[in-house]
């Protein structure tokens, strides 16, 4: 059984619909998907749909945005209710924060003699907020940079001359709104944070004592010794141990379905855990 749990349509910043991307995930030979747009829940009905003729068991989930120590840290919410009050209200604080971040990101653009940025990206958007990979799509197609990439690596990541921090929830905030709609909160791509592991552990154990349950052990392009290491850790912590390509589509190299392996002895994965019937209840 192939599990992926973290994947984006154009709901959020991917590259296919979720009709588009179920069909893909089953192609890649999975059988339970979890959708997990940014911030946001609107291509879940969509997803569900297109799951039920494709076979496929689709997790409804969300990846939100926090802010902890001055680093963006993600965190996905598995098995949510659509309908909760707080989650729904929470995510629309956020949604409005990313319209002002977008604004601002432009108009460090026009700072750096790269105008109009704001209008040609609100152009090529029609189904969800602007975010920072809207800009680096508007960034390739006029020749600025060649790829994604090198998109951020010269004006979108932290610390580059476009990059703008965002206030967003804290993590026990996220947490919060995640088990107040049933879910399951778990912290998203460990292995990515540029952080050293001394801070990891920290995070883990904050992330932990906020309410976390579970951590992205297996995660795309992800280097053998990190997925071991991310076992470890996830035990040490007792934190479940999730799985997820974070797939956006075919202009994010490295990202794909079907392509995770096996988890790794010594950790318990989340679906053979208590907290897999709260995921697809």
Same mark, same amino acid.
């Given at each position: 059984?192939?599990?992926?749990?973290h994947?984006?349509?154009?709901?959020?910043?991917?590259?296919?619909? !979720?009709? #588009?991307?179920?069909?893909?995930?089953?192609?890649?030979?999975?059988?339970?998907?979890?959708?997990? =747009?940014?911030?946001?829940?609107? *291509?879940?009905?969509?997803?569900?749909?297109?799951?039920?003729?494709?076979?496929?068991?689709?997790?409804?989930?969300?990846?939100?945005?926090?802010?902890?120590?001055?680093?963006?840290?993600?965190?996905?919410?598995? *098995?949510?209710?659509?309908?909760?009050?707080?989650?729904?209200d929470?995510?629309? /604080?956020?949604?409005?924060?990313?319209? +002002?971040?977008?604004?601002?990101?432009?108009?460090? /653009?026009?700072?750096?003699?790269?105008?109009?940025?704001?209008?040609?990206?609100?152009?090529?958007?029609k189904?969800?907020? @602007?975010?920072? !990979?809207? /800009?680096?799509?508007?960034?390739?197609?006029?020749?600025?940079?060649?790829?994604?990439?090198?998109?951020?690596?010269?004006?979108l990541?932290?610390?580059?001359?476009?990059?703008?921090?965002?206030?967003?929830?804290?993590?026990? #905030?996220?947490i919060?709104?995640?088990?107040?709609?049933? *879910?399951?909160?778990?912290?998203?791509?460990?292995?990515?944070?540029?952080?050293?592991?001394?801070?990891?552990?920290?995070?883990?154990?904050? /992330?932990?004592?906020?309410?976390?349950?579970?951590?992205?052990?297996?995660?795309?392009?992800?280097?053998?010794?990190? +997925? %071991? =290491?991310?076992?470890?850790?996830?035990? %040490?912590?007792?934190?479940?141990?999730?799985?997820?390509?974070?797939?956006?589509?075919?202009?994010? !190299?490295?990202?794909?379905?079907?392509?995770?392996?096996?988890?790794?002895?010594?950790?318990?994965?989340?679906?053979?855990? !208590?907290?897999?019937?709260?995921c @697809?209840?």
């Amino acid at each position: 059984m192939i599990y992926d749990l973290h994947s984006h349509t154009i709901f959020s910043d991917g590259d296919l619909s !979720p009709e #588009e991307l179920v069909n893909e995930a089953s192609a890649g030979g999975v059988k339970v998907l979890a959708l997990t =747009d940014h911030d946001t829940l609107d *291509g879940l009905p969509r997803a569900e749909d297109a799951a039920k003729t494709a076979g496929l068991t689709l997790v409804r989930g969300v990846e939100i945005s926090t802010r902890w120590e001055k680093l963006d840290i993600h965190v996905l919410g598995l *098995g949510v209710d659509l309908d909760d009050s707080t989650l729904v209200d929470g995510l629309k /604080f956020h949604q409005s924060e990313r319209i +002002t971040r977008a604004q601002q990101v432009s108009t460090k /653009f026009e700072k750096l003699g790269i105008e109009g940025m704001w209008e040609e990206v609100s152009q090529q958007v029609k189904t969800h907020y @602007v975010g920072r !990979p809207d /800009f680096a799509r508007v960034l390739i197609k006029r020749g600025v940079v060649n790829n994604f990439q090198a998109a951020f690596n010269k004006y979108l990541a932290a610390g580059k001359p476009a990059y703008v921090a965002t206030d967003w929830a804290s993590i026990p #905030e996220a947490i919060t709104w995640i088990k107040s709609a049933g *879910g399951v909160a778990v912290l998203a791509h460990p292995g990515r944070y540029r952080i050293t592991r001394t801070k990891l552990t920290k995070l883990l154990a904050f /992330f932990k004592e906020a309410g976390g349950e579970g951590m992205e052990v297996l995660y795309s392009a992800q280097e053998a010794s990190k +997925t %071991q =290491d991310l076992a470890r850790l996830s035990k %040490q912590f007792g934190l479940v141990a999730s799985a997820g390509s974070d797939f956006h589509g075919f202009s994010y !190299p490295g990202m794909r379905f079907g392509a995770l392996g096996e988890m790794p002895s010594g950790c318990q994965a989340l679906w053979d855990s !208590p907290l897999w019937q709260k995921c @697809v209840n």
